[in-house]
């Protein structure tokens, strides 16, 4: 159905019955003509290819930019109120108030996820619980805990089974990455957290981010938005000078409290998002991972994980060796689950991937499936 429906589009396209000014102009101006002549024989269609060629070049929108409507709407809402007349009686008033809202849909259309099965655990889950050899086999990946600062002492530990988890989910292949529980409030407590993290993790195989897990309520929500972001961002700068790929995890009441809009924008974000179904409503900043639930269940272990998904392909990026086999990926992309044109090539650089690397597998594939 959908390789019609392209078809259906380009021959459109050629007809001139698509006006170029709506939302998926870019799709059907990005589209791979290479067997359009074959389409058009086979319908019986005559055109004029150098008027088509004219009508792209003309076309005014940038195909490299998604056409972003504006979904900010005026609500006018009706207010009574009793004011008192110059006779000294009263009368009720009617007044209108406008009201902007900003119905943006979810931003699905820019991140596809990559891995849909990362979990987050510490020592609250004893490893004597767990069947390592089921577990690894139903995870994509996993985030540990290396430590956390106590509110009153100050004093930083190692999670009780850091080691444990990571000698175990490691040998068996696992993508790991770690995070930290910080009640750091300025940017010399950050540090001090990255530098017990390092120590941590220096000699480890690490293939996803180093989180500071911003959510506490000792201390930090005592604290202002400034002097928690400082904090993130000395933890996450101390992080990458020693090479890590680091970030934040919180969740959206405290991230928007405590964290600036351009500490969550400008790294690497994952945030908690539990009210949400198919994909996070969270709007005010980006994120790279949303984590979804707290009661997922994993093989090997009969109680509830912390589950998430990642819209970046971080073994990819981080080692150059992705988790997700390429036959995986072309099936999703052939499946629509990339979306299509410039969307696709929005969506497959925004995980990591060289988008002309993979459209050249996908197309390989089709070739192959028409031999």
Known sequence: MKKLYRNIIVLGLVAGFICPSISYADDIIKYDDSNLDEILDKYDIDYDKSAVNERIKNYKQDPNKDIVPDYKVTDVKVEERIVETPDGGIKIVKEEKEEIKDVSPSPLYSKSPVYKRVVDISEHQNPGHINYDKFAKDIDGAILRTSIMDAETLRIRRDLYVEKHYQELNKRNVPLGFYHYSRAINAAEGIREAEFVYDVIKDKNVSM?????????????????????????????????????AGIYSYPWFADKYLTKDIRNNNEFWVADLSSKDFANYKSSDFDSWQFSYQSRVDGYKYDVDMSVHYKDYPHIIKGKSRKPLNILIDEILAGKWGVGANRQKRLTYAGYDYKVIQAAVNDRLLLAKK
């Open 209 to 245: 981010p180093v989180y500071i897990d911003i959510e506490d309520d000792k201390r930090q929500a005592k604290a202002s938005k400034g002097e928690i972001s400082e904090a993130a961002e000395a933890f996450i700068m101390t992080m990458k000078r020693h090479g890590f790929v």
